[in-house]
């Protein structure tokens, strides 16, 4: 079997992933039922939540691609990036993932160095706000500030409506501009 059911009841088929498998509203739940750093925090929070976090912090006209920058976990999970780089046919099917996600939702098949950067900033103050910090270097992080924002973790339920709220908040602006 190469396909999971999701929340909406479609088949995702991972040996034949096509945009019309991809739902909003599967995205939105399962990022917001999967908690980040492997559930390695004091509490639990979502993808979901540091996904309109990161849409936050960029310039509005890469808000959208900033709060979709994480969506292929949602069909693939959240992975730890150390685990990530052991696994190269993983790194293969999540890629065929986001290509499939851009394509339906008109995103850049590569990630912007904006949304790069407010992901790093993010990381940051994530290890900040969950207590990370042992005095470890990331190397990853080398030079970036963590945002002056403080993280109140959200239930799944609540990351899945602000999840929502910012995909139709952004995508009702896109409309409006087009």
Known sequence: MSWI???????????????????????????SNIC?????VPEFYSVAQHSVLVSDLVPPEFAFEALMHDAAEAYCNDIAAPLKQLLPDYR???QSVESAIAVKYGLPLEMSREVKHADLVMLAT???EFGLDDGTPWPILHGIDPAPILINPL?????????MQRYNELRAGELSNG
Not at 36 to 40: L, V
Not at 155 to 163: D, G, I, W
């Open 5 to 31: 059911t999701t929340l909406t009841g479609r088949h995702f088929n991972f040996c034949d992933i096509t945009p019309e498998s991809i739902c909003i509203e599967d995205i939105a739940a399962a990022l």
């Open 36 to 40: 980040r750093f492997t559930g390695h």
């Open 92 to 94: 293969n099917v999540i």
């Open 126 to 128: 994530e290890r900040r």
């Open 155 to 163: 239930s799944p339920r609540q990351a899945l409506v602000k999840f």
